[in-house]
């Protein structure tokens, strides 16, 4: 839809996500007048995750920003690809935001047969998206951790 909102007349299209909700500010600004034209596009706040989905995100960036990694609930490709050099580096880059002010459910979508859930975590000094996602025994299939809009 945004493809269809842009074309080579627009010198520039801005894009303005605010929140937890899915509003979207879009800017189009006319190369030949200098004229613009600003749309405001909403849709409904995403459905929330069960309980249980939002208590798993949480424990698991706490396992992560402490080290404390439980294999157990890994599935056996994220167990065989999660090496403990990884566990170090982002246990260092995610004990310098603290703990989050904010922990708010984005999205979910369906990746390659899982169930992946989006939340950002806010903080004093940034905000992470952290993406998490179960396959159908309820076993963790990957799980990703991204400073966002830095």
């Known amino acids: ?3 269809a909102l842009f074309t080579p007349a627009a010198k520039r299209l801005t894009l303005v996500f605010i929140g937890a909700t899915a509003a979207v500010i879009i800017c189009l600004v006319s190369a030949d ?3 613009s ?3 405001t596009l909403v849709s409904p706040s995403p459905p929330t995750p069960s309980p249980a989905i939002v208590a ?3 424990e ?3 396992r992560f920003q402490s080290g404390n990694i439980d294999r157990s609930q890994l599935n056996d490709r994220v167990n065989l690809e999660l090496t403990t050099d990884m566990i170090e580096r982002e246990k260092h880059t995610l004990q310098n935001f603290g703990t989050p002010k904010k922990f708010n ?3 979910r979508r369906k990746v390659s047969g899982t169930n992946a ?3 950002l975590l806010t903080f004093p000094s940034g905000t992470i998206l952290e993406a998490i996602a179960f396959d159908q025994s309820g076993k963790i299939a990957g799980i990703d951790f991204q ?3 830095q």
Do not use: C, N
Request: net charge positive; proline share 4%.
């Open 147 to 149: 400073p966002f809009g």
């Open 56 to 58: 798993k995100a949480k």
């Open 37 to 39: 034209k600003t749309t």
């Open 60 to 62: 698991w960036f706490f």
């Open 117 to 119: 859930y989006d939340f």
């Open 1 to 3: 839809m945004i493809d």
């Open 33 to 35: 007048a200098g004229t």
């Open 105 to 107: 459910f984005l999205r």
